[in-house]
């Protein structure tokens, strides 16, 4: 049987998503796309070729829809999609907030909704999505977008109630290493380094942790152990890191993406 999926709002996840996807071997012909703009619509046309359609089309015609709009902008298109939804399509809502019972009360009774929170190294198929079931949705709905996201990286099933916690940790996990990254690099320019090659220095390192991280089995703590030695350079670095309350600083800025994912949710923009 051919499952058609559509991405409906078609914009740097939905992209990084159907490119991942296309990638990962999925037939360009069972993808369809919507665009709310004609020159998105035919860029996404020139570069994956796949055929754009209106929501409508899409609704009828897909057996799984992914909405990756805004948040702001998923009420008016469930609004648009409600009437052209039958019972038994799958709707994956990926955007920040939005829980899976906004989209249930706006579609037909009964529609399965499963929501995901992905991240942008979808576009390097190194994504952290967090998956959670809305009340209708099932294992096979589950399995079906376990199958969708993992060709753009990890997957993770978790309860909906820690939706906006993994909203805060791996949603906008990235910015928080871009931003170090960037501090760090900073750093290399201050201690007399140019920019390029404190940068080559710096992002090197990260792949290095990040590998380590993911595939020694340690834990960090004794990673970093191994590289603190008594009375040598990093310990010195540490204590400066402690003396700014750097850890206290992330535990704050995670909390505070949290609550803004809760805000999202019970409809508070501002
Ligand atoms: N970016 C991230 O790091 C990230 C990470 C995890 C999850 N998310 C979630 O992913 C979602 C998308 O984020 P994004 O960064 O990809 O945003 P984006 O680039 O703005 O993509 C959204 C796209 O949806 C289009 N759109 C809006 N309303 C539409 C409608 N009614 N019909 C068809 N298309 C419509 C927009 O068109 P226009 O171009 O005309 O505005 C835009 O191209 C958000 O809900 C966000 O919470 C984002």
Redesign the pocket.
């Given at each position: 049987m051919t499952q058609k999926v559509a991405v409906?709002?078609?914009?740097?996840?939905?992209e990084a998503l159907l490119s991942g996807m296309l990638r990962g071997g999925w037939p360009p012909a069972d993808l369809l796309v919507?665009?709310?703009?004609a020159e998105?619509a035919e860029e996404l046309r020139s570069r994956h070729g796949v055929v754009p359609v209106t929501?409508a089309e899409a609704a009828k015609t897909a057996d799984t829809l992914i909405l990756?709009?805004?948040?702001q902008?998923m009420g008016?298109?469930l609004e648009?999609l409600a009437p052209h939804v039958p019972a038994g399509r799958l709707v994956i809502s990926?955007?920040?907030g939005?829980t899976t019972a906004f989209v249930e009360d706006r579609l037909t009774a009964g529609v399965p909704v499963v929501r995901v929170?992905?991240?942008?190294p979808a576009l390097v198929d190194e994504a952290m999505s967090v998956i959670s079931a809305g009340s209708h949705a099932g294992e096979a709905d589950l399995a079906h977008t376990e199958e969708i996201f993992g060709s753009v990286g990890k997957t993770l099933r978790v309860p909906e109630s820690q939706q906006d916690a993994c909203t805060a940790l791996s949603?906008s996990g990235?910015a928080y290493f871009f931003y170090l990254v960037e501090a760090m690099t900073d750093a290399g320019i201050l201690l007399g380094l140019p920019r390029d090659k404190a940068h080559d220095l710096i992002v090197q390192s990260a792949i290095g942790a990040a590998t380590m991280l993911r595939d020694s089995g340690e834990h960090p703590v004794k990673l970093r152990e191994n590289v603190t030695s008594p009375a040598g350079t990093t310990i010195n670095a540490i204590r400066e890191l402690e003396n700014h309350g750097v850890r206290a600083a992330l535990i704050a800025a995670l909390e505070a993406a949290r609550d803004r994912s809760r805000q999202l949710a019970s409809g508070t923009k501002d």
């Amino acid at each position: 049987m051919t499952q058609k999926v559509a991405v409906l709002g078609t914009g740097k996840i939905g992209e990084a998503l159907l490119s991942g996807m296309l990638r990962g071997g999925w037939p360009p012909a069972d993808l369809l796309v919507t665009a709310r703009r004609a020159e998105r619509a035919e860029e996404l046309r020139s570069r994956h070729g796949v055929v754009p359609v209106t929501n409508a089309e899409a609704a009828k015609t897909a057996d799984t829809l992914i909405l990756t709009v805004k948040p702001q902008d998923m009420g008016a298109l469930l609004e648009e999609l409600a009437p052209h939804v039958p019972a038994g399509r799958l709707v994956i809502s990926g955007a920040a907030g939005i829980t899976t019972a906004f989209v249930e009360d706006r579609l037909t009774a009964g529609v399965p909704v499963v929501r995901v929170m992905t991240n942008t190294p979808a576009l390097v198929d190194e994504a952290m999505s967090v998956i959670s079931a809305g009340s209708h949705a099932g294992e096979a709905d589950l399995a079906h977008t376990e199958e969708i996201f993992g060709s753009v990286g990890k997957t993770l099933r978790v309860p909906e109630s820690q939706q906006d916690a993994c909203t805060a940790l791996s949603g906008s996990g990235p910015a928080y290493f871009f931003y170090l990254v960037e501090a760090m690099t900073d750093a290399g320019i201050l201690l007399g380094l140019p920019r390029d090659k404190a940068h080559d220095l710096i992002v090197q390192s990260a792949i290095g942790a990040a590998t380590m991280l993911r595939d020694s089995g340690e834990h960090p703590v004794k990673l970093r152990e191994n590289v603190t030695s008594p009375a040598g350079t990093t310990i010195n670095a540490i204590r400066e890191l402690e003396n700014h309350g750097v850890r206290a600083a992330l535990i704050a800025a995670l909390e505070a993406a949290r609550d803004r994912s809760r805000q999202l949710a019970s409809g508070t923009k501002d």
